[in-house]
């Protein structure tokens, strides 16, 4: 595990609570780019959202994470085979894997060892998908106290790596062929409690806690909530999707 900049096992009952799934449109226009579909391989699985919806395509999903704390709080599924396993060394045979997926994790991993493990383990052709998503934009004038937040509030405690979430991947080295994605959205319908939940996954709000001692949120939450309006009433939030997508 050397190497491994864990910013997630303290918090992964949360994470795996609390982090909203992807559009399976993406999972199938991924699958129906591989020549077959027997294994698929998602790298850095956290609490297996990709991983599942792998699984309606593939009878076999390796799901990995160098988190043992993040397998632990993962949903089981029967298709999804979880592992603790780092990303640059999966434990995967040579040329077996039909496709790997990293989502919202990529930014972590040694890049260059972790690409040559995905060069190892894919068959022939075989496609590589990284993807992400960046700060939620709220609607109206909710957005402002949500900027803040995130660039001045928590912001000295993101990571160094966040930023290339920020850049949308566009910076990050991938060394194969390219292949242009559609656009993909993760959308849901939230409560302001809902919304709290999962801004207390983020790693620099758990950052600030450790260092300051207290919780930021609730100075948040007290902004928001005469914006909102009915805290329980469901609001459709959104994020886009940004992807790099190719075959080795």
Same mark, same amino acid.
């Given at each position: 595990m050397t190497g491994f900049k864990d910013h997630f096992s303290s918090g992964s009952e949360g994470y795996a609570a609390y982090r909203p799934d992807y559009p399976a449109t993406l999972f199938a226009w991924l699958s129906s780019l591989c020549a077959e579909r027997r294994l698929a391989w998602d790298c850095a699985t956290g609490s297996g959202q990709a991983a599942r919806g792998l699984a309606a395509h593939f009878p076999r999903v390796v799901a990995s994470d160098a988190s043992a704390e993040q397998v632990r709080?993962?949903?089981?599924?029967?298709?999804?085979?979880?592992?603790?396993?780092?990303?640059?060394?999966?434990? %995967?045979?040579?040329?077996? =894997?039909d496709l790997v997926t990293v $989502?919202? &994790?990529?930014?972590?991993?040694?890049?260059p060892r972790f690409y040559a493990e995905v060069a190892r383990v894919l068959k022939p052709a075989g496609v590589a998908a990284l993807w992400g998503y960046g700060r939620i934009v709220l609607p109206g004038a909710m957005d402002a106290p949500l900027r803040y937040f995130?660039?001045?509030?928590?912001?000295?405690?993101?990571p160094a790596e966040r930023a290339l979430i920020d850049d949308a991947y566009r910076g %990050?080295?991938?060394?194969? =062929?390219?292949?242009?994605?559609? $656009?993909? &959205?993760?959308?849901?319908?939230?409560t302001l409690p809902r919304l709290i939940d999962y801004l207390s996954t983020w790693s620099a709000v758990k950052r600030f806690q450790t260092a300051r001692g207290r919780d930021p949120l609730p100075a948040l939450n007290a902004e928001l909530a005469p914006l909102w309006g009915d805290a329980n009433a469901a609001m459709t939030l959104r994020w886009p999707l940004f992807l790099r997508v190719g075959r080795v």
């Open positions: 709080h993962a949903t089981p599924h029967p298709g999804v085979d979880y592992r603790v396993a780092t990303a640059e060394a999966s434990g %995967l045979a040579e040329r077996s =894997v $989502a919202q &994790a990529a930014h972590w991993f040694d890049l995130y660039a001045e509030t928590v912001g000295p405690y993101w %990050l080295d991938f060394p194969f =062929v390219e292949i242009p994605p559609p $656009a993909f &959205a993760i959308e849901v319908a939230w």
